[in-house]
């Protein structure tokens, strides 16, 4: 078969494998893959976003391990975003660690999706110095990094580490967004940061964020309940346009924590 029949053919493969694999059908996408003779990196690609996208993270790294070791096929940017994805979902941080000089050793200048998932995958393994160095050296930190290590920081229950780091990157001019918002909500909340917390509020309601975003709204509620302001968390709660079960929660679980057992039945009647 000639050079571009040969290409057709395994483009063609490539579709029919992410078709499979939407569509939930893995068998078939690795039946498909098992007939092509000499897989592209695209095919790689392909057969390696298919399991990610299914949960299948040890299948995803046999892969990967699999196309480096053995060479078959050169991993490029997709590879290796896969190949994170995979280590950040089953916490396999010494795995992570040799993509990383893989990715080191390949690309010379990561961009910055790729860096962004690997401070995402340290941040994920609890390994928040590792994080933050790869975050550092970052050559083209946007506001989706900061949420990144902001999360990160968060997640790990490091909360004035959280709005330090929220602090520098206002510092650097970059503007919030909902996530890195949420996180410094969570961090006020976890350390009882009533002011800094108010100072956010401020910011929120300056940015429209309040008015669009519901999340935002039952974080405010939730700080403020936290830090013991019940009438700043019931202003807050009223004023949101959609009260779900997390706002109303959010005001419940603080009446009862303070023992209001008769504020708290009386809200939860009028929630029903």
Known sequence: MNRNGFNS????CDQMIRLFAVCGSLDEANEIFRGVSYPT????????????????????LRMYRTMHV?????????????ALKACSNAGDINE????????????????????NTLVNMYAKCGAMDDAQN???????????????????????????RTLELFESM??????????TYLCALKACSSIGASVKGQEIHIDIIREGFLEE???????????????????????????????????????LSGYAQLGKDESAFSLFEKMI
């Open 213 to 251: 975003n519901n999340a935002i709204g039952n974080s405010l509620v939730d700080m403020y309940v936290k830090c013991g302001m019940f009438e700043d968390a019931q202003d807050v709660f009223e004023e949101l346009l959609v009260q779900d079960v997390v706002s109303w929660n959010a005001l």
């Open 41 to 60: 990196v695209f095919t790689w690609n392909a057969m390696l976003s298919a399991h990610e996208q299914h949960g299948e993270s040890s299948d995803v």
């Open 9 to 12: 053919i395994t483009i063609l």
């Open 134 to 160: 790869v975050f550092d050296r970052l050559s083209d930190r946007n506001v989706v990094s900061w949420g990144v290590i902001l999360t990160g920081y968060s997640v790990n229950g490091l909360s004035i």
């Open 96 to 115: 992570g660690m040799i993509i990383h000089e893989h990715i080191l050793a390949t690309i010379h200048d990561p961009c910055v999706v790729v860096g």
């Open 70 to 82: 053995d060479g078959v096929a050169m991993p490029d940017p997709v590879t290796f975003l896969c």
């Open 170 to 179: 206002k510092d650097e001019g970059v503007e919030p967004s909902r996530v």
